[in-house]
C-alpha cells in the first residue's frame, strides 16, 4: 500500500513538472 501511495505521489510530481514544461514553451 505505501508503494502505491509513493507511485502516484511520484506521478503527480511528473505530472507538475510536465506542466511547467508546457507553460515554459507556451511563453
Not at 505505501?2 to 507553460?23: H, N
Amino acid at each position: 500500500m505505501k508503494f502505491k501511495y509513493i507511485l502516484v505521489f511520484v506521478k503527480l510530481k511528473y505530472l507538475r513538472v510536465g506542466e511547467q514544461d508546457i507553460v515554459s514553451l507556451d511563453c
